[in-house]
């Protein structure tokens, strides 16, 4: 069975303009790379959690704040690799520069036997449609699209 994660689209209105927040995954191989690096805050789904749940969870982890609303559902994607991300969307405005991340540790630099800690997120950030569409994963693209659709459809 694929790997599945759930996250969540966050989104606010500007001046009557969708802004999307995404965030820049943390570590050493990401750090120079920006577009088509970014993601919507998701991880995986733990054994008999509820979908839902996993997305809130995780986004709380990578930035560091519970969210609210009125969650939606988007859809599930197939990324490169296999695994599938569920996704929903929901109006929040979460201020970017208090985003506080989860961490990690990894052995780095490679083969040295040294352990070091990185922050799953490193940075978050609110961009306009066309904006996102160029930071984001290109396997998450489709959940803009989507969520615009849904959008017009009410």
Known sequence: MPLRSAGLLIYRRTAGVFEFLLVHPGGPFWAKKDEGAWSIPKGLIDDGEDELAAARREAEEELGVAIHGDFQPVGSYKQPGGKIVIAWSVEADINVDAVRSNTFTMEWPPRSGAKKEFPEV?????????????????????????????????
Do not use: M, V
Request: glycine share 10%; no cysteine.
């Open 122 to 154: 490193d940075k978050a950030g609110w961009f306009s449609l066309p904006e996102a569409g160029l930071k984001i994963l290109k396997g998450q693209r489709a959940i803009l699209d989507d969520f615009l659709e849904r959008r017009e459809a009410r």
